[in-house]
């Protein structure tokens, strides 16, 4: 896979890449596919979970869209990576949802916690991981790509710089995403 940049849209760059990301994309993917390569070379943009959200009204994953001020631009952007055949890429980092939110339930982080499970009409979800994606996967169907493959392009806890950055939180979050990977099971 060839990115096209890293996380674009984040809202803290306050739209600088709105309307550069799109094209470049295109520029890059039809270079590769003019240079016969297109089959086996993909081009994506590896995105920050935050291009995508559940409504407040309605916060369980299956009501998962794309976040309004960019929904246009998100259903032309995977339009173009499901025509060439191109996975879209999320970096999904479970610890932000804790960073700076006290209200955040601490367990549901983890691949190992259990307090505070989402019912999401009957389907549960016990950690924050399953909940994001299926997020993704509903928006994506929200906008008519619900086949459209995806990548976790990044995932990861860091072990210093805020109280929950920490070696025992990084063992603890490593050690179930590496059984959840071996387990070789979807989302609930």
Do not use: C, H
Not at 173 to 182: D, E, P, W
């Amino acid at each position: 896979y060839v990115a096209v940049g890293n996380e674009p849209f984040l809202t803290s760059y306050n739209n600088s890449f709105l309307n550069i990301t799109l094209p470049a994309l295109q520029n890059i993917q039809n270079a590769i596919n003019e240079a016969g390569l297109g089959d086996t070379v993909k081009a994506t943009v590896p995105l920050n979970a935050d291009v995508y959200e559940s409504p407040k009204e309605n916060s369980v994953p299956s009501a998962g869209i794309f976040r309004p001020d960019i929904n246009g631009l998100m259903t032309q952007m995977v339009a173009f990576l499901n025509k060439n055949g191109a996975p879209f890429t999320v970096n999904i980092y479970p610890f932000l949802s804790l960073y700076g939110n006290d209200d955040f339930p601490f367990n549901f982080a983890f691949f190992d916690g259990v307090d505070n499970p989402i019912n999401d009409n009957g389907i549960i979800y016990t950690n924050v991981f399953d909940a994001n994606f299926d997020t993704l996967v509903a928006a994506l169907n929200s906008v008519g790509f619900g086949n459209t493959p995806i990548l976790v392009g990044e995932v990861g806890w860091p072990t210093e710089g805020d109280k929950n950055a920490n070696t025992g939180n990084a063992l603890r979050f490593y050690n179930g995403l590496l059984s959840r990977l071996a387990a070789n099971k979807g989302t609930p």
